[in-house]
């Protein structure tokens, strides 16, 4: 069981409660402890301490931040994953927590987001550059190409 070296304790507990506020990932710790100058070896013990005492729990992580980013956000699920993965978190922590959201949520969602864009399109004269622009903002927002044209059909 690894344990946290002693020069290390005053930044272990800096980095435990900045977990006990908000859900954390080991990325996020790790870059945290980075700008504190501890070096990687006592950071990934640090992480791992945190890890066995449930401050980090990346199926925990996952579902957090794909809730928050579909509900607040309103994004698609390829930007969600996208989001996760640039984040190093395990594959099949971020496919259980997508799976956890209806895709009715990610419907809804879209056609907001849509019925949002045409308004703000609504001076584009040209019907195929306005459908174009439509098409690719959805996409920004990580909504797959099948769904967008669904939508739009």
């Not at 080991?26 to 401050?55: N, Q, T, W, Y």
């Not at 997508?98 to 399109?121: A, G």
Request: charged share 35%.
């Amino acid at each position: 069981m690894p344990t946290v070296p002693t020069e290390f304790k005053g930044e272990y507990r800096k980095v435990e409660r900045y977990c006990a506020f908000q859900e954390k990932c080991a990325f996020d710790v790790r870059k945290k402890l980075r700008e504190s100058g501890v070096p990687h070896s006592e950071s990934e013990d640090i992480i791992l301490v945190l890890i066995e005492k449930g401050f980090i729990d990346h199926d925990r992580y996952c579902e957090a931040f794909a809730n928050d980013h579909v509900k607040i956000k309103r994004w698609g699920i390829q930007k969600i994953k996208a989001g996760l993965k640039a984040k190093s978190l395990p594959s099949l922590s971020i496919e259980r927590a997508l799976k956890q959201i209806d895709n009715s949520t990610f419907r809804e969602n879209m056609n907001y987001l849509m019925k949002r864009k045409i308004n703000e399109l609504s001076t584009e004269k040209d019907p195929q550059k306005q459908k174009a622009k439509l098409i690719r903002y959805l996409a920004s927002c990580g909504y797959e190409l099948s769904m967008i044209l669904e939508n739009l059909g």
